[in-house]
């Protein structure tokens, strides 16, 4: 009965989602609707998996900092991953929360120096924070509450000085003595000066304008002359005069009027006293806030001095009662029975279909956090094209803490050092920044694209698996088929049960014997033959009768062909088919580079003008042939030039030059 009821101040869970973790929140108000149900306001409490990575950078700073001060013992890897799930942030943020999404209580201390970070690891349902987050700004802070223990915040007690012996020690940097107990006054006649002092505080008000106007009756006069300033200037008057009546007297009233000591009270404004009331209710004790948001030109003692002067005050104690009288109409505590609703991720078994568990879930398959594989009940987790579960206990600690027992690559695991590092295994901007086809420039702007990286890491017991589990894979067929997904963990089992028996037959390897690079160099430069530069200035010929009878095919009343447009039939790169022919209709457009972020692989392939010219001189069928069958060898005949005999012109019957007219005949 207890643990199922939930007062204003308990740590509680949230469940907003079947998939997500728990939210952690504080309950500062129960309030019940008009529909009867009943809305819990709370504080918001941060995870780490809450927050950006630049901040928990920050986070981890500040958990080695403490580490290094407190002296913490030390702790394993897989306990400090734990500890950054018992690792909260608090903030300011309030929300209104139904009631009844409420799934246990949970406990949520301040981090203190003498605190031992692996405790918390044997508590169940125990968090700790040290640092503030502001959603809005982005910001993790140190808690301005820091309670402040341990041997550097405690004070240094020096030994008592023996009979005659001097004090060294800077007197002006020690404590002043403001009053003498032992002193040869009596307490009537020391109360008799405060009522002297009291009496000359307001015959000084009375005289002062500012004051006159701010308190304009005898009363609140005397009132304010009654407060804690004047008593303490009269009891330092008379420390100063020690403890002389007479003289005490004569400083009470100097030579220019009587002293009028006034405190924060009295120095305030109306107006100023309810902006702070405003300021602490929205506030609460956040003496820097209220300064910051409200009060900028009032100092933090004068708003300390004016709070505590506040709370003795008729005002303090009806807005107390007025909270009290609200608080009392508020619900105190609420009754939430125990949530026995199946959650939709529970896997169910299915025993009609032979080697499954669940939907979709095929035997085998082991716990992503402890790597069982029994359990009561399984739980599906993490994308569904994954096909990863947890096991019942590793589920609740997800659902409570956030993550599992152990990092896996789901959840951001670092990468081992322990295997060399390969081009394979790098993202596709990284990979296109080492090739020395891309420039200094194409790399920074590369390398700066913020894309998802996936890292494909193979172990030695992968690479067993696709040879021992041949008939499972299937790697012709999965080839065929990238987009299916293929269960990594059924195969690895299967492997583990395959390899003690197969570790008796090694496998057969056949090697395969590779030709040098050199060869296959000097064969490419054989197989493509480099078409001959025509020579700058050349025209090339242009068939007119063929370019009349392609203009001619356009106003034929039939279906034309895909590739064939404005009369001239091109290729599927834009070209013309016919070799020597150019449509003079169509524009001659810039040839677009090649943008090395765009390609499809980490190589980017730049045509030089061999290649290109390469291309001219294969013909439309030789171009799809080699686009369906890009595994054969391309041949290609080199162009027959024809080199034509210089041409004697007869000599002209005119001379270059003459003086006489020029006749046209008809």
């Known amino acids: ?78 306990q400090r991953h734990q500890l950054k799930h018992r690792e909260l942030f608090l903030s300011r943020q309030f929300e209104s929360l139904p009631a009844t999404h409420i799934r246990g209580k949970c406990s949520v201390t301040l981090l203190n120096e003498t605190d031992i970070l692996s405790q918390y690891l044997e508590k169940e349902d125990c968090f700790f924070y040290s640092l503030v987050f502001d959603p809005v700004q982005k910001t993790l802070l140190a808690d301005q509450g820091e309670i402040r223990v341990g041997c550097k915040y405690q004070a240094e007690i020096p030994d008592r000085l023996a009979e005659g012996e001097s004090d060294n020690r800077n007197q002006q940097k020690m404590e002043m003595k403001v009053w003498d107990p032992d002193n040869p006054l009596t307490d009537r006649q020391i109360d008799q000066f405060l009522v002297v002092a009291r009496a000359v505080g307001t015959f000084a008000r009375a005289l002062d304008c500012s004051s006159s106007i701010r308190q304009p009756s005898l009363h609140m006069s005397a009132a304010a002359a009654s407060r804690d300033i004047t008593l303490f200037h009269a009891m330092d008057t008379l420390q100063r005069n020690g403890y002389d009546l007479a ?171 322990t295997e060399p590092h390969s081009r394979g295994h790098l993202s596709r901007p990284e990979a296109q920044s080492l090739s020395p086809y891309t420039t200094s420039a194409n790399r920074a702007k590369l390398l700066a694209k913020n894309r998802q990286t996936f890292l494909l890491q193979t172990t030695k017991l992968t690479r067993l698996a696709r040879r021992m589990c041949r008939d499972l894979l299937q790697p012709r067929r999965a080839a065929r088929r990238p987009y299916a997904p293929i269960n990594a963990n059924a195969i690895k089992a299967e492997c583990s049960i395959r390899l003690p028996k197969a570790a008796k037959t090694p496998l057969k390897i056949h090697p395969l014997v590779r030709l040098p690079l050199a060869t296959i160099v000097k064969d490419l430069v054989a197989q493509a033959p480099l078409k001959p530069k025509t020579p700058r200035g050349t025209k090339t010929p242009i068939n007119r009768n063929q370019l009349t009878q392609n203009r001619g095919l356009g106003s034929i009343m039939v279906k034309r062909a895909y590739e064939t447009m404005a009369g001239v039939p091109f290729s599927a790169n834009g070209r013309p088919l016919a070799s020597g022919i150019r449509s003079s209709s169509q524009p001659a457009t810039k040839r677009q580079k090649l943008n090395p972020a765009d390609a499809p692989n980490p190589v980017v392939f730049v045509a030089t003008k061999d290649t290109r010219a390469l291309r001219k001189a294969l013909t439309h069928l030789e171009m799809r042939r080699a686009a369906r069958r890009p595994n054969l060898p391309l041949k290609v005949k080199p162009p027959l030039i024809t080199v034509r005999a210089p041409v004697s012109l007869p000599p002209s019957a005119h001379p270059a030059s003459t003086n006489e007219p020029i006749v046209l005949e008809d």
């Not at 952690?24 to 009867?36: P, Q, W």
């Not at 504080?43 to 950006?52: E, N």
Request: with cysteine.
């Open 247 to 417: 003289k005490a007297m004569s400083t009470l009233v100097p030579q220019g009027g009587p002293v009028l000591c006034r405190d924060e009270m009295e120095e305030w404004s109306a107006s100023e006293a309810m902006l702070f009331e405003e300021a602490l209710e929205k506030y609460g004790k956040d003496f820097n806030d209220i300064r910051q948001d409200f009060l900028p030109w009032k100092s933090l003692a004068s708003i300390v001095q004016f709070y505590y002067m506040w709370k003795t005050t008729d005002r303090y104690i009806q807005q107390k009662r007025l909270k009290a009288a609200e608080a009392d109409s508020k619900l105190k505590q609420v009754y939430i029975p125990t949530y026995t609703k199946p959650n939709p991720n529970q896997i169910i078994s299915v025993g009609s279909k032979p080697g499954m568990n669940g939907a979709g879930f095929q035997k085998g398959l082991t716990c992503e956090s402890c790597h069982t594989t029994q359990s009561a009940q399984w739980y599906a987790w993490g994308p569904p094209n994954m096909q990863c579960r947890l096991c019942a206990s590793c589920w609740i600690y997800w659902k409570k803490y956030g993550g599992l027992k152990t990092p896996t690559q789901l959840e951001g695991a670092a990468r081992g050092t």
């Open 1 to 78: 009965m207890a643990a199922n009821m939930y007062r204003v101040g308990d740590y509680v869970y949230f469940e907003n989602s079947s998939s997500n973790p728990y939210l952690v929140r504080r309950i500062e108000e129960l309030n019940k609707t008009a529909n009867g149900n009943v809305e819990a306001k709370v504080v918001c409490l941060f995870r780490r998996r809450d927050i950006s990575g630049s901040l928990n950078s920050l986070a981890d700073s500040n958990a080695r900092e403490f580490e290094e001060e407190s002296k913490q013992p030390g702790v394993s890897e897989q």
